[in-house]
């Protein structure tokens, strides 16, 4: 669980947690120099639960930092990363394991959602039908592309139950807006999504989580990494050309690579306006004394 500043839910988040009929896990906490009492509220279920570890960093490493962190003091054949605002059902980490216990072809696999308010009041529901099962790298990426085109609900799958040996195959969280679209796309490169059909997860929407409270492309850049303070983002850009690069970081062969970037094209097509007004935006940021991303395939 990587935080910042989680005081309002961050009781609950844990407490939902470490209810969970299956309780064979640990629960490491990275707090990201919070200033409110999140250190107070962590340190007191440490010492009452000894499944929770929790850590402290000195200064705000950004988000992207503390998410990937929690994963390398991680030591679990399987990982979950758990948002602090959100609430899991105490069925949720069971109906993991089962999945990926008894499908080894499986590197992902989350319950479907629902979505509450900050008082916890369920708002709607969440997208079904989102299991990319296919047996090849290149339908299960079609389908996601379809799944994106349509919805963005199925990236919060990312907070479902992964393998950890999957995991270290990807480029983990990086410093842009979308990484998380772009991990959860490797994952399902390297093995197949499944959406358990019960709603055991509860997604909060409110007035501070890090979306609401980071609006413009700067402030999200700032969230992923707060040294990068002067850069000028072409982030829709930025994030396709990272999706090319995880198709060759997947190594999947030379075919279902090709179909995957083909795939890529249908989703510029139907996001054309997008992509074609942060090109336009290019030359009023080089007036104003930005400096446009370098953004190279490796």
């Known amino acids: 669980m ?12 844990i407490e939902s947690i470490l209810n969970q009929s299956f309780g064979d896990f640990e629960l490491i906490v990275s707090d990201n120099a919070s200033t409110d009492a999140t250190a107070d509220i962590c340190a007191s279920f440490a010492a009452h639960d000894a499944r929770v570890r929790y850590r402290r960093n000195v200064h ?12 390398s003091q ?13 609430v899991c059902k105490p069925q949720f980490l069971e109906s993991c394991v089962d999945v990926l216990e008894g499908r080894p072809d499986v590197t992902i696999t989350c ?31 079609s389908a996601m592309i379809s799944n994106l085109i349509r919805s963005t609900d199925t990236y919060w799958s990312i907070f479902g139950l992964i393998r950890s040996d999957a995991l270290r195959r990807t480029r983990m969280m990086g410093n842009y807006t979308g990484t998380d679209q772009v991990l959860f796309m490797h994952l399902v490169l390297l093995g197949r999504f499944v959406q358990i059909p019960d709603a055991l997860f509860l997604r909060r929407s ?25 850069r000028v983002l072409l982030p829709a850009w930025m994030t396709l050309f990272e999706r090319l690069q995880i198709i060759r970081a997947a190594q999947i062969g030379h075919r279902q690579s090709l179909a995957c970037s ?20 290019i030359p009023g940021m080089i007036r104003n004394g930005g400096q446009v991303d370098s953004i190279g395939i490796e």
Request: charged residues 25%; proline residues 5%; positive net charge.
């Open 2 to 13: 990587p935080v910042r500043n989680g005081e309002p839910y961050l009781s609950e988040a």
């Open 111 to 141: 319950p479907r959602s629902l979505f509450i308010d900050a008082g916890g009041k369920i708002i709607r529901s969440g997208a079904s039908s989102l299991s990319l099962d296919c047996a090849t790298p290149a339908r299960r990426f």
């Open 262 to 281: 083909i795939h890529i094209g249908r989703l510029v097509m139907a996001n054309w306006r997008k992509y074609g007004g942060e090109l336009k935006r």
């Open 206 to 230: 409110h007035s501070q989580a890090s979306m609401e409270r980071n609006r413009t492309p700067h402030e999200r850049d700032r969230w992923h990494d707060p040294i990068n303070t002067q």
């Open 74 to 86: 991680a030591k679990g054949r399987y990982f979950k990363w758990a948002a602090h605002d959100d």
């Open 60 to 71: 705000n490493l950004g988000a992207s930092a503390n998410y990937n962190l929690v994963f």
